[in-house]
Nanobody
Framework: QVQLVESGGGLVQAGGSLRLSCAAS????????MGWFRQAPGKEREFVGA????????YYADSVKGRFTISRDNAKNTVYLQMSSLKPEDTAVYYC?????????????????WGQGTQVTVSS
């Protein structure tokens, strides 16, 4: 069983930055590829970014490419999402997810474990 706890969300002005963290309670964290997804009110959950077990492969949604960076620290069992140049349309609940393979997926159905989410609100 994998437990994921996100933190770091909050209210920020457009153009600002936030760093989200996701702490995993699991042995062999490095065996899991990780992803970040988000869900805005009235919309479906969508892919944001994903990272392989080693951090050597990273993938981003076009909407966040160049503004968001996903990273991980396997020694701390934590994955991060650094968000910069935030826009009001980035407002959503952000979820981290884990999948028991070395390589990630951009499809949310590829993830078995999910955190409870953290709210990010970007004001204009």
């Amino acid at each position: 069983q994998v437990q994921l706890v996100e933190s770091g969300g909050g209210l920020v002005q457009a153009g600002g930055s936030l760093r989200l963290s996701c702490a995993a309670s699991v042995s062999a964290f490095s065996s899991y590829a990780m992803g970040w997804f988000r869900q805005a009110p009235g919309k479906e959950r969508e892919f944001v970014g994903a990272i392989s077990w080693s951090g050597g492969s990273r993938y981003y949604a076009d909407s966040v490419k160049g503004r968001f960076t996903i990273s991980r620290d396997n020694a701390k069992n934590t994955v991060y999402l650094q968000m910069s140049s935030l826009k009001p349309e980035d407002t959503a609940v952000y979820y981290c997810a884990a999948r028991g393979t070395l390589m990630p997926s951009t499809d949310l159905t590829g993830y078995k474990y999910w955190g409870q989410g953290t709210q990010v609100t970007v004001s204009s």
